[in-house]
């Protein structure tokens, strides 16, 4: 029985800016800070291969309201409406109404709401009262993926049933203002806020690229390189700099042997569907596929339209390739990292 996906739909916060519009709001926070430090960062933000990010807040409260209780209260707020709409939105588009979905999930780590945010969307939707509900909250920016293997495989044990995978991330409400460490400049410097809805389907009927197989990696050793801190001022992200080493280091058995299960080399696949974790990552992982000869052109637009939004991103990437008319029989590798360490993936045929 095939298990496919029908559709995907973003959905951007209302605040906005480009990053050479960040850059005054930076200074001010810099203010008092080393001039060379203030130059490091500065640069920091201006090479980050973003050029512009959405975030449930803007500018002024990012920088200026400092309590968690704040900051989280706006995330449940804005969470819930970015939530609503994408998921509407990849409703439509798979010509589909709320009460059509069996099976709802959703993924978030850059914030606390209990009940979680898929109580909040059965209520405001009124979607079946026998829903089964998965809330993913602690797997970071390989969420998004997980909760597409989560999907597919209660799927896969139900015909004629549809799931809904709903990612939202607000990593500027984790924006640490009395931090000046290069974790929280970093972190502050590539990420942006977003949410994406997907719609996977056992139906036989439905359209969409099937999903033949998928499996989940996991590095020994390394629950340090990734993840967040819970503080009196919020969640503090971990970010080890040495994260693109390591995925350069562990790539040939992340990809090699997940494709020869299937029969299939790096040649076979015409499309890859990566999450940008950030510049240097997607430098690494560029070069890793350029000597393969394959891109990642999508993955490097998203990351300079959007930034990096934790879970949600690489479904930005992947409604690039679903809005188009791709040929029949074509393939494709979704992939992701996330805390733990892991890598999670993916394989699409159209």
């Known amino acids: 029985m095939a298990v496919r996906i029908t559709s995907v739909a ?7 800016r480009e990053t050479k519009d960040i850059l005054p709001f930076v200074e001010l926070w810099l203010d008092g800070q080393d001039e060379r ?45 970015l939530a609503e709409k994408s998921l509407v939105k990849a409703l439509d588009k798979a010509s589909l109404k709320a009460t059509d979905i069996d099976y709802i999930i ?63 991330e607000s990593p500027t409400a984790t924006f640490q203002l009395e931090d000046y460490s290069m974790v929280n400049i970093v972190s502050a410097a590539i990420f942006g806020d977003g949410c994406a809805s997907v ?22 050793d390394a629950n340090h390189m990734m993840g967040f801190k819970l503080r009196n001022t919020g969640l503090q992200m971990v970010l080890d700099q040495s994260v693109p080493q390591t995925i350069a280091d562990h790539f040939p058995k992340i990809i090699h042997p997940f494709l020869e299960k299937n029969n299939l080399k790096i040649e076979d696949i015409d499309h890859l569907v990566f999450h940008p974790g950030g510049k240097k990552i997607v430098q690494t992982v560029e070069d890793l596929f350029g000597e393969l000869g394959k891109n990642i052109d999508d993955t490097k637009e998203v ?3 959007y930034g990096n939004m934790s879970s949600a991103t690489v479904l930005y990437v992947l409604e690039r390739f679903m809005d188009r008319d791709l040929p029949k029989g074509n393939k494709g590798v979704m992939l992701s990292f996330g805390p733990g360490f892991s890598a999670q993936r993916i394989l699409l045929e159209w």
């Not at 980050?48 to 990012?62: L, N, Q, T």
């Open 199 to 220: 719609i996977l389907s056992s139906y036989e009927d439905e359209k969409g690229p099937e999903i033949k197989d998928e499996a989940m990696y996991h590095f020994y």
């Open 37 to 81: 430090f203030k130059r490091k960062v500065l640069k920091i933000f201006e090479n980050a291969a973003v050029d512009k990010r959405y975030s449930i807040m803007g500018p002024e409260e990012v920088f200026l309201k400092t309590s968690f209780e704040e900051k989280n209260d706006i995330y449940i707020r804005e969470c819930i409406k």
């Open 106 to 168: 959703t993924v978030s780590c850059t914030g606390i709401m209990i009940p979680s945010l898929d109580a909040y969307l059965i209520n405001s939707l009124k979607m079946k009262q026998d829903i089964v509900r998965l809330p993913v909250t602690e797997m970071g920016c390989a969420a998004g993926v997980s909760g597409i293997i989560y999907a597919k495989n209660f799927l896969k044990a139900n015909p004629n049933k549809r799931a809904a995978v709903i990612a939202v």
């Open 303 to 305: 990351l300079r339209l």
């Open 10 to 16: 973003k959905q951007l916060p209302e605040h906005t």
